[in-house]
């Protein structure tokens, strides 16, 4: 028999949607059918994957957004809401990182860093997780409505890693704000979870992999090799389904056994 999960009917905001695993999460739930809403600073980017996913038949939908800029969040969620319907799911996926050695850290570097990762994760988080909570506060009985939120955190907030230390400390952050709103929110029928990636090829970072960096650090691997997107496409869209209705607060590591 098999087995198969359908978010036809729901939508997804998704930040940081324009390249990366931000643009695989987005193609990876419009092809569970959901709608989705692609959001980012890089527009045009955005509009090349609403073409993609349109392409193969799913709804997509543009939206800029600075989240380190707390009214472009709010201006951002409430036009998705408008334009698409309530948010059910939410993929906090947009991040930022610098490589330095601790003591060559700058006030800017961290403001950098943690406004993206944490301050801006948490807010996008907050203003969705408001309407979810406003929603499943005013439902019917028999019509409960909750939501999923995803953050996507990283292997580097459950192992420090050298030279990435204020990144590793942004993602530990990301870890523990996962669980607090898995305690507050879960009540609602809102489940909180996060997903932390190991080293994955992107475009970002593909050239990386070929360098003698790049080469030594694959040696390291458990398995000496890297991941691809698509590698997280299944537990994405389980955390995102209402089979996932008994998953809050889970922190998935997805690295290949790096952080055991």
Known sequence: MAYSIDLSGRVAFITGASS???????RTLARAGAGVVLASRRV?????????????????????????????????????????????????????STTQRLQDVTPEDYDFI??????????VAQEVGKRM?????????????GGRIINIASMAGLKVLPQIGAYCMSKAAVVQMTRAMAVEWGKFGINTNAICPGYIDTEINHHHWDTEQ???LIDMLPRKRVGSPQDLDALLVMLASDQSHFVNGAIIAADDGFAV
């Open 44 to 96: 045009e980017k955005l509009k090349e994957l609403r073409a993609r996913i349109e392409g193969e038949g799913g709804d997509a939908h543009v939206i800029e957004l600075d989240v380190t800029d707390h009214d472009s969040i709010k201006s951002a969620v409430a036009h998705a809401e408008t334009e698409m319907g309530s948010i059910d799911i939410l993929v906090n996926n947009s991040g930022v």
């Open 133 to 145: 909570l406003a929603r499943s506060r005013g439902a019917a009985p028999g019509s409960f409505t």
């Open 20 to 26: 990366g695993l931000g643009a695989q999460f987005a």
């Open 214 to 216: 790049g080469r030594k």
């Open 114 to 123: 943690f406004d993206t990762n944490v301050k801006g994760a948490f807010f």
